[in-house]
C-alpha cells in the first residue's frame, strides 16, 4: 500500500541523515518531494541517489523569508499543490557555557531552527489549506522537552519550536491541517557526531558511551527510525493527531 500516493512533500534539511531517509521513504510510498537545503550541488547528488523523477532539490536558506518563499512557489510550480511540510532543517551550534557563548552564534541558532521553522508555516499554510488541508511535521529534539549543559542556544530553539507547533495547531485545525513535532533523542547523524565532538574533542566515543549507557534501549537511532514516525504522521493513519509531541528517543524521555 502506497499510504502518499500522489501527495507532494517539502522536506527542508534534505540532503542530511533524517531529511534523505525520509525522502526516500516518501517516494517509495508514492509520495512527490521537495527536498530543501542550501547546497544545490549537494541536493543534486541526493535527487541522482534516490533515483526518482518524483523528486526534485532547491536550494535556500530556511531563515530568509524569500528563498522560503521561493522554494513553496517552486514546488507549486513543479508538482501543483503541498500536502506535507517537514521542517527539519536545524542546526546545533557550539558547545559553550552560557557566559562564554559567542552572541553571533546564538542568533545563527535561533535564525535556523525558530525563524527557518515559522518562515516555513507563513508560506506553506496557503498553499496547504487551499489543497484541502494536510500535515506539518516540525523537527524538534528531546531537548525540546528537557534541558542539557552547554547548548543553551539549541535546547531554547528545541523549546521554541514546540511552541511554534502549538499555536499552528489551534489555528491550522479549521483548515484541515495537522502540526505535530518530531523530538528525536540520539540519531546516527552528523548533529550527534558534531555534539559528542563538543562535548569531548578527540574523545567522542566516551560520550557515545556514557550516553547509550544512559538509554534503556542501549543504542542510539538510526534515521530511517525517525522517517517512519514521520511517515505516520505525514499520511492518514494520523488523521486524529495534532498539537502534539512525538518522542523517538530510545525511551530517554521515560528514564
Known sequence: MQRLLDKVAIITGGTGGIGLATAKLFLAEGAQVALVDLDQESLDAAVTDIGSERSIGI?????????VEAFV???????????????????????????????????????????????????????????????????????????MPRV??????????????????IECARLGIRVNTINPGPIETRMIDSIEEGYAP????????????????????????????????????????????FPIDGGMSAA
Open 152 to 169: 543553551s542556544p539549541y535546547i531554547a530553539s528545541k523549546h521554541a519550536v514546540v511552541g511554534i507547533m502549538r499555536s499552528a495547531a
Open 59 to 67: 536550494a535556500a536558506d530556511v531563515s530568509d523569508a524569500d528563498q
Open 202 to 245: 578527540g574523545a567522542t566515543q566516551i560520550v557515545r558511551d556514557k550516553m547509550e549507557a544512559s538509554l534503556p534501549m542501549r543504542r542510539y537511532g538510526v534515521p530511517e527510525e525517525v522517517a517512519r514516525l514521520a511517515l505516520f504522521l505525514a499520511n492518514d493513519e494520523s488523521s486524529y493527531c495534532t498539537g502534539t509531541t
Open 73 to 147: 512557489e517552486a514546488t507549486m510550480q513543479k508538482f501543483g499543490r503541498v500536502d506535507v511540510f517537514f521542517a527539519n532543517a536545524g542546526i546545533e551550534g557550539a558547545v559553550q557555557p552560557i557566559t562564554e557563548y559567542s552572541i553571533d552564534d546564538f542568533d545563527r541558532v535561533m535564525a535556523v531552527n525558530v525563524r527557518g521553522v515559522w518562515l516555513g508555516l507563513k508560506y506553506v499554510i496557503p498553499p496547504m489549506a487551499a489543497s484541502d488541508g494536510g500535515s506539518i511535521i516540525l523537527t524538534s529534539s528531546m531537548g525540546g522537552l528537557r534541558g
